[in-house]
T-cell receptor
């Protein structure tokens, strides 16, 4: 595997379910990110991790719970979601989080909440 | 007012045409300007970046930044069907990266 991988690619869940999204980066990066992409809206940054430590939580509801066990893996745990949470969830990584660090994105998980 | 404004399109042009994609922004603190390309069912990939006013060329692509007008553009020459994608402008100051909504572009053979 190369780059940034995400599983599953598609997920349908009910509002009472609990599920997790997984992201893995094979680039030796130290920063990882979760974004939400909805139709006709800009990418919304959700969480940032640097060297496994959460450095940003962009006022995300508690029904989204991130976990970063090491610099290569990032999870997003989901519970009691709402239909408006349906979106493409993108993971990204970068060498660092500074101005000139390019973010590399995974293909995303298409989430549908029924 | 949104920090970054981008016309979502969709935009359809015939093959071989010159394409112009644009974004405006309101925050003069932005220092670093990027264009990402996102194919269907894929994540965004960095296409071009620049951090100064003026033009930067890479093959058929030219990125233009006008800091005085707070306006950035991406030009695609000799457009190809393989250029069909969503193009997102993005801007950064310090560690904060802000995206436009993306413009969906279709090149018609």
């Amino acid at each position: 595997e190369t780059g940034v991988t995400q599983t599953p690619r598609h997920l349908v869940m009910g509002m009472t379910n609990k599920k997790s999204l997984k992201c893995e980066q094979h680039l030796g990066h130290n920063a990882m990110y979760w974004y939400k992409q909805s139709a006709k809206k800009p990418l919304e940054l959700m969480f940032v991790y640097n060297f496994k430590e959460q450095t940003e939580n962009n006022s995300v509801p508690s029904r989204f719970s991130p976990e970063c066990p090491n610099s290569s893996h990032l999870f997003l745990h989901l519970h009691t979601l709402q239909p408006e949470d349906s979106a493409l969830y993108l993971c990204a990584s970068s060498l660092g989080s500074g101005l000139y660090n390019e973010q590399f994105f995974g293909p995303g998980t298409r989430l549908t909440v029924l | 007012q949104k920090e970054v404004e981008q016309d979502p399109g969709p935009l359809s042009v015939p093959e071989g045409a010159i394409v112009s994609l644009n974004c405006t922004y309101s925050n003069s603190a932005f220092q670093y300007f990027m264009w990402y390309r996102q194919y269907s069912r894929k994540g965004p990939e960095l296409l071009m970046y620049t951090y100064s006013s003026g033009n930067k060329e890479d093959g058929r692509f030219t990125a233009q930044v006008d800091k005085s007008s707070k306006y950035i553009s991406l030009f695609i020459r000799d457009s190809q069907p393989s250029d069909s994608a969503t193009y997102l402008c993005a801007m950064k100051y310090n560690e904060k990266l802000t995206f436009g909504t993306g413009t969906r572009l279709t090149i018609i053979p």
